[in-house]
């Protein structure tokens, strides 16, 4: 018995290496990770380069020593959770009188509760029935009397579409706005105006980018087909259009193609005039990012020429690693397993402590492919050396006990 507990023994010993071990043999790609400094985390923003060949979410990061160990992580993501919020201040009429061909409107917010600050960055109207385009100054006053200058928009209304906002430019606290409707010998007259406040909630902050994009423009029946690629798949806040020419035309934003699902739609607009000047040449994602392979935008043209698109930008947000200096440099950064299971830190738990620390920069160096592994193993492969023990312990271990069994008959 003595001689099979000592077998028994062996075998757990002889199997523990090959069940314990982690290979990285499964992720495709490996960059040293290096740092200086005397920070006790470091930080990496992750290279465009990484999220090409990284798995979504980038589940498949692994950071490990130089002695093979793990190192743990966590990922302060650079798209925030947003949530929507709006305040809306009703108005009343305090006076309406024209100068030439312009209209003026006098309007009076009223607080939403007695004392309280009256604070809104949208003008929002209710339009006439009727089609047309005017363009509106703007000027705010805190008494009804003095009057600041605070911009220039424009609404309409054409037929399936319309546009009823005006934009103050950011957040204001007039009591008092003026609406100046230029030439206006048609006498188009607003029923109401509303005051809104909206304002986004992040929970965290974000990492942001800028960079030229490639695109191609290509024409079908009255739509312009913009595909704009993304083959590093980064997560985009924004598409900022380059474009001269005024123009006020909607657009259809989708993912991979246009044959898919509707991602978001809109208007875009250029009008730079002597009196006016307006740009609504991007496309705000910030509250659902695109992180496709390619972004096909397709701009209805109606019977106007297509538009001369002269670049593409685009704006992104990027990911920070934080992990522990721990010794045992330098670090390698593993990535591009598309089945990797994106590992469960304690160091997560911390991040709100450790995000108030300073952290130092690190720097990843050149990426390196790996070379699959060979598909024929040698004879001397260590897999077939265990699975070899394995058996002729278990062939000693039937000829010790058969035996005895035998005699106890």
């Known amino acids: 018995m003595k001689r099979c507990s000592l077998l028994v023994v062996l075998l757990m010993l002889l199997t523990l290496p090959a069940a314990a071990g982690n290979s990285m043999d499964d992720w495709s790609h490996v960059a040293p990770l290096t740092f200086d400094g005397t920070e006790k985390y470091k930080a990496l923003f992750v290279p465009e380069a990484v999220y090409g060949e990284a798995a979504s979410g980038l589940a498949d990061i692994r950071i490990v020593d130089n002695q093979g160990n793990f190192v743990p992580y966590y990922i302060q993501k650079g798209t925030a959770v947003f949530r929507q919020n709006q305040l809306l201040y009703q108005s009343e009429v305090i006076q309406v009188f024209k100068k030439n061909a312009d209209r003026y409107l006098d309007f009076r917010i009223r607080p939403l509760k007695q004392n309280a600050d009256i604070a809104g960055n949208i003008l929002v109207l209710e339009l006439p029935a009727e089609n047309f385009l005017k363009h509106i100054k703007i000027y705010g006053s805190y008494d009804g009397s003095n009057w600041d200058y605070v911009g220039t ?121 002597a009196n006016t000047k307006v740009a609504g040449t991007s496309i705000d994602l910030a509250s659902r990012p695109i992180a496709a392979g390619q972004v096909v935008l397709k701009i209805d043209n109606r019977d106007d020429r297509p538009l001369l698109i002269k670049g593409v930008k685009i704006e992104y947000y990027v990911d920070k690693l934080v992990f522990p200096d721990m010794g045992n440099l330098p670090y390698y950064l593993y990535f591009g397993n598309k089945n990797a299971i994106k590992p469960q830190y304690e160091l997560e738990l911390q991040k709100a402590y450790i995000e108030k620390e300073v952290q130092g920069a690190s720097q990843l160096g050149e990426i390196q492919e790996k070379t699959p592994a060979a598909q024929a193993a040698p004879f001397w492969n260590m897999k077939y050396v265990f699975n070899g023990i394995i058996i002729i312990v278990s062939i000693l271990l039937v000829m010790l006990i058969l035996p005895r069994l035998q005699r106890k008959k």
């Open 153 to 273: 928009d424009y609404v309409f209304r054409a037929a399936d579409r319309d546009k009823k906002e005006l934009s103050l430019g950011g957040t204001k606290k007039y009591t008092f706005y003026r609406l100046v409707m230029l030439d206006n010998p048609e006498d188009i007259k607003f029923k109401s105006l509303q005051l809104a406040n909206n304002y986004t909630d992040a929970q965290w902050n974000s990492f942001i980018k800028t960079a030229d994009a490639e695109f191609a423009v290509k024409s079908e029946k009255n739509f312009s087909i913009v595909t704009i690629a993304n083959k590093q798949k980064l997560n985009i806040k924004r598409i900022l259009l380059e474009v001269e020419e005024n123009f006020q035309r909607s657009y259809q934003l989708y993912s991979e193609n246009a044959a898919g699902a509707l991602w978001q739609s809109g208007e875009l607009y250029n009008l730079q005039l």
